[in-house]
């Protein structure tokens, strides 16, 4: 095991100038941190997601590519010697150009790829010079170097076993020397085509760099100070948890809690390297620490929201007593590479949650083909407006009354797609988006306040 930590530091802590500067106070202040994985700065994926979806009015175009101009050269505006950074942002910026006028012809997952991997480029550029200034001895290292995938553009599957031997050779022996500044988010196939790892995938990222350099400790800086009971912009009341199994975080980060990305946490899960959460704006309130094991597993830790959600149903009387209706329908829903997240079953239907897993966000859609293939076996009925919640606790079935705290604090909303069973550590259901906060501040209240 390397005897150092991996931070990460999101979009929100590499915004400007000034989160920057706080970003190089932290790894200043903890000596044991080697390699710094950031995002885009904030705002600049969603400008490229835009263009790479295709922009054909050239003056609304032209205006995106002002806005990401502007927010890069605030930063290098404040550097004292910026020249050698400001070519290669702009070297970076043509090609954000080239890019998005292709985009507005033809636009690919491909292509996407390439586009919105280009904010995680300029940032490290920014960054790496910052720390120079400040007398860190900082180098910029390009990931893709390091982080292979297979072609799967927008979910790129890791290649583990060539990202480990990469990193044992590459980026190890630089952290022994530097400060090593990369990117999340981003890799490439064996063809050396840029990919990405789905939006949301810079904390992954940085897990799987974290086991690939066997690092000590993966450091998670976002902008507030840990895991909270819930979000305290919906219940004010909230308060943060100082230490939470990784079971429990695990089950927070699948329903919602935007802290950590779904899939953070495998890597880390499978070598035992325990995960801090905290904030870049105020590193001096402390945060969360995620381990195997921890001393205090209360009833109920946390409450997490999850929006975007579609729900398909499908009803058949062929279903009754049948054998392998199921197995079709996964078979379907496989064969168009749809995840599926919850699932419930009736004599004569089942109903099934979809959830996002690529760069483009929004709710996710059952495609026409898929759908088509099931309508040759049952009546389809698609749902979207659906939020899920997701209550996290430990051993709730073996504790009496809890349903009643639960249900009879809902008792005035409607609740879809009740979840209870396939995990000791939560229980899950729907409801209308429009009443979703709403039901989240009246279950805080009830079991945590």
Known sequence: MSNFNVAKFGGTSVANFEAMSRCAAIVEQRPNTRLVVISACSGVTNLLVELANGVSDNDHRSQLLTQLATIHENVLSQLSDATKTASDIYEI??????????????????????????????????????????????????????????????????????????????????????????????????????????????????????????????????????????????????????????????????????????????????????????????PELGGTWIRHQVEDSPLFRALALRCNQTMVTLRSARMFHAYGFLAKVFEILAKHKISVDLITTSEISVSLTLDQTDTTGGAPQLPQEARAELEELCSVEVEHNLCLVALIGNKMSESKGYAKHVFGTLEDFNLRMICYGASPHNLCFLVNEADSKLAIQRLHNQLFE
């Open 93 to 282: 910026l043509d090609t954000v150009t080239s890019l998005a006028e292709a985009a507005s012809i033809q636009p690919s997952k491909k292509l996407t790829d390439h586009l919105v991997a280009c904010g995680e480029l300029m940032s490290t550029h920014l960054l790496t010079k910052l720390m120079q200034e400040r007398g860190i001895n900082a180098h910029r290292f390009d990931i893709r170097e390091v982080l292979r995938t297979n072609s799967t553009f927008g979910k790129a599957e890791p290649e583990l076993d060539t990202i480990f031997s990469l990193a044992q050779s590459r980026l190890v022996p630089l952290c022994q020397e530097h400060i090593v500044i990369t990117q999340g988010f981003i890799g490439s196939d064996e063809q050396g085509n840029t990919t990405t790892l789905g939006r949301g995938g810079s904390d992954y990222s940085a897990a799987l760099i974290a086991e690939a350099v066997e690092a000590k400790g993966l450091e998670i800086w976002t902008d507030v100070p840990g895991i909270y009971t819930t979000d305290p912009r919906i219940a004010p009341k909230a308060t943060p948890i100082a230490e939470i199994s990784f079971s429990e975080a695990s089950e927070m980060a699948n329903f919602g809690a935007k802290i950590l990305h779904p899939s953070t946490l495998v890597p880390a899960l499978r070598h035992e390297i325990p995960v801090f959460v905290g904030s870049s704006k105020q």
